[in-house]
Nanobody, 126 residues
Framework: QVELVESGGGLVQAGDSLRLSCAAS???????WGWFRQAPGKEREFVAS????????FYADSVKGRFTISRDNAKNTVYLQMNSLKSEDTAVYYC????????????????????WGQGTQVTVSS
């Protein structure tokens, strides 16, 4: 059974930084990882995605230049470094992982991801 566990969320002020982590147990051959978020009253939205073998990551326009996704294959862990946080970044952040390959555009959606974490709250006060 695969389990994803996120950590690193919290309450910060606008302009601060946070680093989220997501560790997977039960399976070590994840091809792609993603981060999504859901703010109160809104639908879940894509944040960032990274695949194996150094392929370029994808970012939502709203976080491009501020957030960085990275992965440590040896630790089966993915990270999301969030800098220059804004109040509109407030949301529950979910990590996701999948072992199947899809065309590049698919990674902006939820289709490639078979496993999801429970979410971690990020609150940015202005």
């Amino acid at each position: 059974q695969v389990e994803l566990v996120e950590s690193g969320g919290g309450l910060v002020q606008a302009g601060d930084s946070l680093r989220l982590s997501c560790a997977a147990s039960g399976r070590a051959d994840m091809y792609a990882w993603g981060w999504f978020r859901q703010a109160p009253g809104k639908e879940r939205e894509f944040v960032a995605s990274i695949r194996r073998r150094g392929e370029p990551p994808f970012y939502a326009d709203s976080v491009k230049g501020r957030f960085t996704i990275s992965r440590d294959n040896a630790k089966n862990t993915v990270y999301l470094q969030m800098n220059s946080l804004k109040s509109e970044d407030t949301a529950v952040y979910y990590c996701a992982a999948g072992s199947r390959r899809f065309n590049s555009g698919s990674y902006y959606g939820s289709l490639p991801y078979d496993y999801w974490g429970q979410g971690t709250q990020v609150t940015v006060s202005s």
